[in-house]
C-alpha cells in the first residue's frame, strides 16, 4: 500500500525559470529551509517559490540534475 502524500508537499523550488529538487536548491541556497519567512532571491531577483504535488505534471523534472520530480 503507497502512503498517503499531501497536494502542499513541496516537492521542488521555482527559481531562474526553471524547476529544481529539494536537493539541488538547498545545495544553491542553503538558508532555503531555515525559515519560511526568510526572503530569498534568484540571481535576478525574483523570488524563490515552493512547487507542491498539487501543481505536479508528469512530466516535469530537475533543470539541474535532470531526475524527474517525485509525482
Not at 529551509?33 to 526572503?39: D, K, M, R
Not at 535532470?66 to 509525482?71: A, E, F, H, N, V
Amino acid at each position: 500500500m503507497l502512503p498517503l502524500r499531501k497536494t502542499y508537499e513541496i516537492i521542488a523550488y521555482a527559481y531562474e525559470a526553471g524547476l529544481h529538487c529539494p536537493d539541488c536548491s538547498v545545495k544553491r541556497f542553503p538558508r532555503l529551509l531555515e525559515s519560511a519567512h526568510t526572503w530569498i532571491e534568484d540571481h535576478e531577483g525574483n523570488a524563490i517559490t515552493p512547487y507542491t504535488l498539487g501543481d505536479a505534471q508528469e512530466d516535469d523534472y530537475c533543470d539541474d540534475c535532470r531526475k524527474p520530480l517525485d509525482c
